[in-house]
């Protein structure tokens, strides 16, 4: 049993771009911490390990080999639609109309997705990454990113800029969001994150003791230079930068809708991943880790946020909450987003009818060439 | 049941929604019956695979309908936490009008007329609400830059509306902020009887007596406060895109909420020609201007005075041409609101 083909209407109103995208000349800083594996599962088993163990046939957990989290600020300057331009039915070609820009910040933690049992173990498993928290500057993205790609998008004032010392970085977001849980406490913009660092090294801008960091590993120029010609080699990007600096991002996602009557209940629930491809790195640089400053903001509706990522106790503080990065780096990519793909529908339960069918398609993508790139995904049991 | 996974991303003002105090502005506009029609056969109507039992009608004889601005000064959610939580500021501008929906039985016979309210699209200043209100209710609305200054008197205000998008299509155009739409009511705007105005205007007849009847423009006058009615039902089409098949949906349905007015007062009618209503042409939004109000007018000249050249601290585009559409009536008032999910009537592809 499968479910029949709906038609979307495609609205006057609406000014969503769906993807596949081309993003030439995005700068990415990007900064790492410890995580903690404990929140990374509990993140898996409350967004990823959708339904019953027993009848699941895969489960996600924390990648063991990369206990961190990140958070990258993106600038976007130029995003431009790749869709093929028969898709439009008449209509101004999304590629021709123009480009939009926008800054993008997200929080991503890699998780591993194991099949279950001997075969599926080794046709099923795959790593992607988990995006926990993710906040733009424009609103045509923040929409799209929720309704279609199962990324929970906010809407945001992102700072994206030099600080103090020239070439060093300033990040700041700035959520509307609640100081207290107090009844009648109106919404206001609030902090919700800011980082800033030193100048790229080698620098002598910096105050803290670089002998305490790896980071002296790439104190010289020659270290430098070999990994910028390293990272010209995309390929080789994610070895040459100890897996810092991704060549291919695959992002998992929840994409899910509520019942309008019953918030509680959903309409809907899908695994979505989409794959960020780096190409193109240029222009690799790190910061001295111990010259990062980097605070979330553990004030009021925010703190629900930071227990996925960060160990913060059971009540908001109201304070900045530190943290120490562990790396930290600078480079400019080309990205292509595209390859999105329900992995899995989840059946849903509906009042007076079988729940609705489900289906699946966890290949893992060095399989999938195999198995026929465009297939049909399968029907659940 | 299959529980949805909250999230900080996705927990924000549940319904029902409540707003105390809210500033009402609402422009009637006469529109076209055939584009009426034509919207509803085109969100409504048509099979996606399947039928919905209900049939869509434009209203017979001439058709208005209400450009809103809703200014909400303490607006906030009633669903399952304290009273008051969730609270916050916003303002909204939707477009709206009155059809008739029947019941279609396995008869093929249509039984059971009843008016709804459909609103094609909307814009509102605060991401959590433009999140909610289309992702709940269903509700086509966009993030847009509002001004809105309110004069000394009811009778003068001035607004302003702008979006992100692009304003003419082309490969090498960028998106930035443009402006859409200007309303302004002059400073002379008085207050006017309602019965006279309708004399004058006799097609606005059976369109007020409609919006008397849903409790908006009370009849009854009790103590000198106006009494609520039950409210207006508003129909949505709530659709959200597949991710691989951009002209799928993974989700479709028709949704019914209940929108009610209680404590009405500092209610106000004024004659339409006291208001300028300009229709700004960028492509982005050209589309929607046209399906509703017809082509974009050529014209460069604001009658409003000058536009405001920064807006939520960008800048704004008001290069593109404008078209100026006629007011048949203002209505002004303060009132409390309360918006209730009715529930789902219909969703597609369900087997």
């Given at each position: 049993?499968?479910?029949?083909?709906?038609?979307y209407?495609?609205?006057d109103a609406?000014?969503q771009?769906?993807?596949?995208?081309?993003?030439?000349?995005?700068?990415?800083?990007?900064?790492?911490?410890?995580?903690?594996?404990?929140?990374?599962?509990?993140?898996?088993d409350?967004?990823l390990?959708?339904?019953?163990?027993a009848?699941?046939?895969?489960?996600?957990?924390?990648?063991?080999?990369?206990p961190?989290?990140?958070?990258?600020?993106?600038?976007?300057?130029?995003?431009?639609s790749?869709?093929p331009d028969?898709?439009?039915h008449?209509?101004v070609?999304?590629p021709?109309?123009?480009?939009?820009?926008?800054?993008e910040?997200?929080?991503?933690?890699?998780?591993?997705?194991?099949?279950?049992?001997g075969?599926?173990?080794?046709t099923?498993?795959?790593?992607?990454?988990?995006?926990?928290?993710?906040?733009?500057?424009?609103?045509?993205?923040?929409v799209?990113?929720?309704?279609?790609l199962?990324?929970?998008?906010?809407?945001?004032?992102?700072?994206?800029g030099?600080?103090?010392?020239p070439?060093?970085?300033?990040?700041?977001?700035?959520?509307?969001?609640?100081?207290?849980?107090?009844?009648?406490?109106?919404?206001?913009?609030?902090?919700?994150?800011?980082?800033?660092?030193?100048?790229?090294?080698?620098?002598?801008?910096?105050t803290?003791?670089r002998e305490?960091t790896?980071a002296?590993?790439?104190?010289?120029?020659?270290?430098?230079?070999?990994?910028?010609?390293?990272a010209?080699?995309?390929?080789?990007?994610?070895?040459?930068?100890?897996?810092?600096?991704?060549?291919?991002?695959?992002?998992?996602?929840?994409?899910q809708?509520?019942?309008?009557l019953?918030?509680?209940?959903?309409?809907?629930?899908?695994l979505?991943t989409?794959?960020?491809l780096?190409?193109?790195?240029?222009?690799?640089?790190?910061y001295?880790?111990?010259?990062?400053?980097?605070?979330?903001?553990?004030?009021g509706?925010?703190?629900?946020?930071?227990?996925?990522?960060?160990?913060?106790?059971?009540?908001?503080?109201g304070?900045?909450?530190?943290?120490?990065?562990?790396?930290?780096?600078?480079?400019?990519?080309?990205?292509?987003y595209?390859?999105?793909?329900?992995?899995?529908?989840?059946?849903?339960?509906?009042d007076?009818m079988?729940?609705?069918?489900?289906?699946?398609?966890?290949?893992?993508?060095?399989?999938?060439?195999?198995?026929?790139?465009?297939?049909?995904?399968?029907?659940?049991? | 049941?299959?529980?949805?996974?909250?999230?900080?991303?996705?927990?924000?003002?549940?319904?029902?929604?409540?707003s105390?105090?809210?500033?009402?502005?609402?422009?009637?506009?006469?529109?076209e019956?055939?584009?009426?029609?034509?919207?509803?056969?085109?969100y409504?109507?048509?099979?996606?695979?399947?039928?919905?039992?209900?049939?869509?009608?434009?209203?017979p004889?001439?058709n208005?309908?209400l450009?809103c601005?809703?200014k909400?000064?303490?607006f906030?959610?009633?669903?399952?936490?304290?009273?008051?939580?969730n609270?916050l500021t916003?303002?909204?501008?939707?477009?709206?009008?009155?059809?008739?929906?029947?019941?279609?039985?396995p008869?093929?016979?249509?039984?059971?007329?009843?008016?709804?309210?459909?609103?094609?699209?909307a814009f509102?200043?605060?991401?959590?609400?433009?999140?909610?209100?289309?992702?709940?209710?269903?509700?086509?609305m966009?993030?847009?830059?509002?001004?809105?200054?309110?004069g000394a008197?009811?009778?003068?205000?001035?607004?302003d509306?702008?979006?992100?998008?692009?304003?003419?299509?082309?490969?090498?155009?960028?998106?930035?902020q443009?402006?859409?739409?200007r309303?302004?009511?002059?400073?002379?705007?008085?207050g006017?009887?309602?019965?006279?105005?309708?004399?004058?205007?006799?097609g606005l007849?059976?369109?007020?007596?409609?919006?008397?009847?849903?409790?908006?423009?009370?009849?009854?006058?009790?103590?000198g406060?106006?009494?609520?009615?039950?409210?207006?039902?508003?129909?949505t089409?709530?659709?959200?895109?597949?991710?691989?098949?951009?002209?799928?949906?993974?989700?479709?349905?028709?949704?019914?909420?209940?929108?009610?007015?209680?404590?009405?007062?500092?209610?106000?009618?004024?004659?339409?020609?006291n208001?300028?209503l300009?229709l700004?042409?960028?492509?982005?939004?050209?589309?929607t201007w046209?399906s509703?109000?017809?082509?974009?007018?050529?014209?460069?000249?604001?009658?409003?005075?000058p536009?405001?050249?920064?807006?939520?601290?960008e800048?704004?585009?008001?290069?593109?041409p404008?078209?100026?559409?006629e007011v048949?009536?203002?209505?002004?008032?303060?009132?409390d609101?309360r918006?209730?999910?009715?529930?789902?009537l219909h969703?597609?592809?369900?087997?």
């Open positions: 049993m499968t479910r029949p083909r709906i038609p209407v495609q609205s609406s000014q771009v769906p993807p596949p995208y081309h993003f030439p000349g995005v700068t990415v800083n990007a900064f790492y911490w410890e995580v903690s594996m404990e929140r990374v599962q509990a993140y898996c409350r967004y390990n959708i339904g019953d163990e009848s699941r046939d895969y489960v996600y957990r924390p990648v063991p080999t990369f961190y989290a990140s958070v990258l600020f993106l600038d976007y300057p130029t995003m431009i790749a869709i028969g898709s439009m008449g209509a070609p999304y021709e109309r123009g480009a939009i820009s926008q800054t910040v997200f929080v991503a933690m890699p998780v591993m997705r194991y099949g279950k049992g075969v599926k173990l080794i099923d498993s795959a790593v992607e990454w988990a995006l926990p928290f993710i906040v733009v500057g424009n609103p045509m993205s923040s799209c990113g929720r309704e279609m199962g990324l929970g998008k906010l809407l945001a004032d992102i700072g994206n030099e600080g103090r010392y070439d060093s970085f300033l990040g700041t977001v700035k959520l509307p969001g609640w100081r207290d849980e107090k009844p009648g406490t109106m919404q206001e913009t609030l902090d919700f994150l800011r980082i800033e660092t030193k100048p790229p090294l080698p620098t002598h801008a910096g803290q003791p305490r790896f002296t590993l790439l104190d010289t120029r020659e270290a430098l230079w070999g990994l910028g010609n390293l010209n080699m995309a390929n080789y990007v994610d070895k040459a930068s100890l897996s810092l600096i991704p060549t291919s991002m695959r992002t998992v996602g929840l994409k809708y509520r019942d309008a019953d918030p509680a209940r959903a309409v809907y629930q899908a979505v989409c794959r960020a780096y190409s193109d790195v240029r222009d690799v640089c790190f001295n880790p111990l010259d990062v400053d980097m605070s979330f903001y553990d004030v509706s925010f703190h629900e946020m930071l227990k996925v990522f960060l160990e913060v106790g059971d009540e908001p503080t304070l900045p909450h530190s943290i120490n990065a562990i790396a930290a780096c600078r480079f400019v990519a080309d990205i292509d595209d390859q999105l793909r329900v992995i899995r529908e989840f059946p849903i339960d509906r007076g079988p729940p609705t069918p489900g289906s699946s398609d966890m290949i893992a993508r060095w399989l999938r060439p195999l198995k026929g790139f465009f297939a049909p995904r399968k029907g659940a049991a | 049941m299959t529980a949805f996974v909250e999230s900080f991303s996705t927990n924000q003002l549940l319904p029902p929604w409540r105390e105090g809210l500033r009402n502005w609402s422009f009637v506009i006469a529109v019956t055939s584009r009426i029609q034509r919207h509803l056969d085109r409504f109507n048509a099979p996606a695979p399947d039928r919905a039992p209900f049939l869509y009608a434009a209203l004889g001439p208005y309908g450009l601005v809703a909400h000064k303490r906030s959610s009633l669903y399952g936490r304290p009273e008051g939580d609270t916003h303002t909204e501008i939707y477009w709206t009008f009155p059809v008739t929906r029947y019941q279609v039985t008869d093929n016979l249509l039984v059971d007329a009843v008016t709804v309210w459909i609103q094609p699209f509102d200043n605060n991401s959590y609400v433009m999140f909610s209100a289309r992702e709940i209710w269903g509700t086509e966009e993030m847009a830059a509002i001004n809105l200054i309110e008197t009811p009778g003068e205000l001035m607004i509306l702008a979006i992100e998008g692009i304003a003419r299509f082309s490969p090498k155009a960028r998106s930035h443009i402006g859409c739409l309303i302004g009511m002059t400073q002379e705007a008085t006017i009887a309602l019965a006279g105005m309708l004399d004058d205007h006799p007849q059976d369109f007020v007596t409609n919006l008397i009847g849903a409790g908006i423009f009370t009849a009854g006058m009790e103590d406060e106006l009494t609520a009615g039950e409210g207006i039902e508003v129909n089409l709530r659709q959200f895109r597949d991710v691989f098949d951009l002209d799928a949906a993974a989700y479709r349905a028709i949704v019914s909420s209940r929108t009610t007015h209680s404590n009405v007062r500092e209610m106000t009618f004024y004659a339409g020609s208001a300028k300009e700004f042409g960028p492509h982005a939004i050209a589309e046209a509703m109000f017809g082509l974009p007018g050529i014209d460069r000249t604001t009658l409003l005075g536009p405001p050249p920064v807006m939520d601290g800048e704004t585009d008001w290069s593109t404008v078209t100026h559409v048949a009536l203002v209505v002004s008032y303060s009132a609101a918006f209730d999910l009715a529930g789902t969703t597609y592809g369900q087997i």
